[in-house]
């Protein structure tokens, strides 16, 4: 939401410009006994199974253009 690349199809004013790097997704507890490949099978076809997410952000100086082509998947980890 805060990347300059997001905006492709649409101006909000929003000049700031951002870089996801990394999306860490904490577990439920009921979950966290799983191995990797069922705890990934869960947060893709359940609700409620991640607990929190915290996202690490870099901020990109000067802005991007608002370009598809430039648009970034981040990491996703399990914690």
Do not use: I
């Not at 649409?10 to 069922?38: F, H, I, N, P, S």
């Not at 952000?57 to 000067?62: G, H, S, T």
């Amino acid at each position: 939401y805060f990347s300059q690349p997001y905006y492709w199809r649409a101006d909000y004013g929003y000049r700031g410009d951002w870089v996801t790097e990394r999306v860490e997704l904490t577990l439920g507890q009921r979950y966290r006994g799983l191995t990797v490949e069922q705890a990934w099978e869960c947060v893709y076809s359940q609700r409620n199974v991640v607990d929190e997410m915290v996202a690490h952000l870099r901020a990109v100086k000067p802005a991007r253009a608002p370009l598809r082509e430039l648009q970034t998947v981040p990491q996703l980890v399990l914690v």
